[in-house]
């Protein structure tokens, strides 16, 4: 009888197990605001002097990432926003603007993923795509796209089994020849930003 007792209390243990395991999810989905605060070490125009240079305007935004869990501790976030349009500066004055396009894959590893603080480390790649560029009147433009690498920390706070509170901070590399309009290169935008954020999860 105790053997038996034994095996139905193992028996119920891996049952209770496979399901908590098939309830949780691998989705995660955070919303956060980002705050985009450029390095602006662009190169000199033309080589006219080191006050000659360009600034990318800081702005705030809204941002969508995606993860999925591989394992409890591995997991892949796609991070995702819509065009945003920044102004340009060269010596303080306003040049023109842009808008960018800046989707990010990353790989995580959650340090305590069954903690209610779960810090994580990532890195991936960047692809930047340019678009509706007007700098000096059209006297100038920049490369469409900029491909870059990515790095990341953050921590997860649970606050159920499901919602989370959730702070990130991101370097990404982002750089874009500027032309002038007969092809020839102008300088080198540096935008570089760090991307500082806050926002909400949801565990599915």
Known sequence: MKKIAMLLALAGAMTTSSL?????????????????????????????????????????????????????????????????????????????????????LLAQYHFTPASTVSPYLGAGINYTRIS??????????????????????GVDVKLDSHWLINFDVKKVQIRSDVLAADGSKLSTVKIDPWLIGVGVGYRF
Do not use: C
């Open 132 to 153: 509706d560029v007007n700098l000096l009147n059209g006297g100038a433009r920049l490369e469409n796209h900029s491909i870059g690498g990515a790095l990341q920390a």
């Open 20 to 104: 908590a395991a098939a309830q949780e999810s691998p989705w995660l989905v955070r919303v956060r605001a980002v705050n985009i605060s450029p390095d602006n070490k662009s190169d000199p125009i033309g080589g006219m002097g080191a006050s000659d240079r360009l600034s990318v305007s800081s702005k705030t935004i809204p941002e969508v990432d995606i993860s999925y869990f591989f394992t409890p501790n591995w997991a892949a976030e796609l991070v995702l926003t819509y065009p945003q349009k920044h102004d340009v500066r060269l010596d303080g004055q306003n040049i023109g603007s842009f808008k960018h396009l800046p989707p990010t």
